[in-house]
């Protein structure tokens, strides 16, 4: 069982930036993709962008592109989202989660996740 732990959720002004980490439990960290989902009042979770288990491969939606960066120390148990040129759209609750699959297709597909963070507030206000 894998516990997942988030914290540096906020509020920030447009344009600032906030670093989100998410602590994993468990001996099996780096067998896992990690990813992060978002949700906005309102609207459907919506995939955000995801790491490999050894971090040779990184995906992510295009509005993101440019601005946020996710990376994993896996000898922390820990995966981070670097979120820069925040704007009012990205304002959502942002959920940590963790896959174990083959198929890089499923790593945008938040049904196909094992294991989910309690999910941390980001308000940006413009």
């Known amino acids: 069982q894998v516990q997942l732990v988030e914290s540096g959720g906020g509020l920030v002004q447009a344009g600032g930036s906030l670093r989100l980490s998410c602590a994993a439990s468990?001996?099996?960290?780096?067998?896992?993709?990690m990813g992060w989902f978002r949700q906005a009042p309102g609207k459907e979770r919506e995939f955000v962008v995801a790491?490999?288990?050894?971090?040779?491969?990184?995906y992510s939606i295009d509005s993101v592109k440019g601005r946020f960066t996710i990376s994993r120390d896996n000898a922390k148990n820990t995966v981070y989202l670097q979120m820069n040129g925040l704007q009012p759209e990205d304002t959502a609750v942002y959920y940590c989660?963790?896959?174990?699959?083959?198929?890089?297709?499923?790593?945008?597909?938040?049904?196909?996740?094992?294991?989910w963070g309690q999910g941390t507030q980001v308000t940006v206000s413009s």
């Open positions: 989660a963790a896959i174990r699959t083959l198929y890089s297709t499923e790593i945008r597909q938040s049904d196909k996740y094992n294991y």
């Open positions: 468990g001996r099996t960290f780096s067998t896992y993709s």
């Open positions: 790491i490999s288990g050894n971090s040779d491969r990184t």
